[in-house]
């Protein structure tokens, strides 16, 4: 039986050619082609490139987003318990108290603006949002919510690349926020992201934190006849290198015609599937205007679906277990949307090499239900 797996990278004989082409040259770490990806990355978002510095990953985005945050011992720090684990990893080591927001309900997993309206405080220093899926968090609100407590506001944009709210770039509203570029994203180099600050003063700092602290990048560092530096910052090893760039670059000219082709699965699913044990969330999100990243469907059949699924080799997801449910971070909260959120929901293949025949197989399991 031919098997549907839940993800498939886009890369195509552009992607392969362009990190061939790089391999060949005398210069393959971070350096001219990388600072071309970041032009043309922040022309998409509309916005200047001093604010767009390239990083290792997704972590190191939000990383060094948490370290400009000037954080103390105990500042809290707002989190969606819905949320891929990175950051309440980093503020819990950072010292400060994570505090864990519910989302909106048990079928939108997005932050939940009246929990958050409850547990901000005098003492929140930080908020963290995540547009899940590629689907926005209600900006208004939050920005409001913002100008009056005067907290810091990180935009998690990993599942968001190019999505809008309002005709506004998601990831562009925050003090800071972050991209990922990890093999399961909408624009991948297998590993990689990138850091927007609305100050390009910040995006400066950022540019030498992830380089060591040092005053020069590696590029000048190795071609310039004078060898004398000096190290700014106690800082990190957060380049990315040309030969991922230069795949970026590549997957950049097609991303808006793969987002497309997400859009057009996404409708197919919404005509295909006509079952009301299962709901599609975001059903209403109609416009081509969002990464599409996910296609998350709930049900309280959720068990029986996965097992047919098993049995008819059709790959699926979970996105995610509640951050206060695991060992690492586990509290007795009470976050009953994330956990009914958690208990029905199922991700779906969604991806431009996805053929139709396959999501009509999908569509067919689960209008058997």
């Not at 009056?148 to 925050?174: P, Q, R, W």
């Amino acid at each position: 039986m031919h098997k549907i797996p839940f993800f498939i990278p886009s890369i195509n004989e552009k992607d392969i050619g362009a990190v061939k082409k790089t391999l060949k040259k005398k210069w393959i770490s971070q350096g001219k082609i990388n600072e071309k990806f970041e032009k043309e990355f922040a022309k998409n978002l509309k916005i200047s490139s001093a604010k767009c510095v390239s990083v290792t990953n997704g972590f190191s985005a939000l990383y060094l987003a948490s370290i400009l945050c000037n954080l103390k011992k105990n500042d809290e720090v707002l989190i969606p318990t819905i949320n891929f684990v990175a950051s309440a990893n980093i503020f819990s080591n950072l010292g400060a108290k994570v505090i864990f927001v519910d989302c909106e309900s048990g079928l939108n997993p997005n932050i939940s603006i009246s929990d958050l309206k409850k547990k901000l405080s005098k003492k929140t220093k930080v908020v963290v949002v995540m547009h899940y899926g590629g689907y926005p968090c209600n900006m208004n609100e939050i920005m409001n919510l913002k100008k009056k407590y005067k907290f810091k506001l990180i935009e998690d944009a990993c599942h968001a690349v190019f999505s809008n709210y309002e005709n506004k770039t998601l990831g562009t509203f925050g003090d800071y926020s972050a991209f990922s570029f990890y093999a399961n994203k909408n624009l991948t180099s297998c590993e990689g992201g990138l850091i927007y600050c609305k100050k390009s003063s910040d995006a400066k700092k950022i540019r030498l934190l992830k380089n060591h602290g040092l005053n020069r990048t590696s590029l000048t560092h190795y071609t310039q006849k004078n060898s004398k530096y000096d190290v700014m910052y106690r800082g990190f090893n957060f380049r990315l290198d040309d030969v991922r760039s230069s795949m970026l670059l590549t997957q950049l000219n097609r991303l808006k015609k793969n987002n497309f082709l997400r859009f057009r699965l996404f409708k197919f699913y919404k005509k295909l599937l006509n079952n009301i044990k299962i709901h599609i969330l975001f059903n209403k999100f109609d416009k081509n205007d969002y990464s599409r990243h996910l296609f998350v469907i709930s049900s309280k059949y959720k068990n029986t679906i996965i097992k047919k699924f098993k049995k008819q080799s059709i790959g699926f997801s979970q996105h995610y277990r509640p951050t206060h449910m695991l060992k690492a971070h586990k509290k007795n909260n009470n976050l009953k949307n994330s956990e009914s959120f958690y208990k029905q929901s199922i991700s779906l293949p969604i991806y431009p090499d996805l053929k139709i025949i396959h999501l009509k197989k999908i569509c067919k399991v689960l209008n058997s239900i």
